[in-house]
């Protein structure tokens, strides 16, 4: 079974996973309330999504 031959030091193994970072989310602006909301999604601030109430919220 392969092995490896050395140890692979801290900022190799840095390099290895710079591309494994979390991306950011971006959200978009509500059309119906205006509130920051992820693209794709139901809004859930007001419960819409494309112009239809999909989101039954409870108002305080």
Do not use: D
Not at 20 to 42: F, M, S
């Amino acid at each position: 079974m392969p092995v490896p031959k050395r140890k692979r030091s801290k900022s190799k193994r840095g390099m290895r996973r710079a591309h494994q970072k979390v991306a950011v989310p971006n959200p978009a602006k509500c059309p119906q309330c205006g509130e920051a909301k992820l693209p794709h999604h139901a809004c859930p601030s007001c419960g819409v999504y494309k112009g239809r109430t999909v989101l039954k919220i409870k108002e305080e």
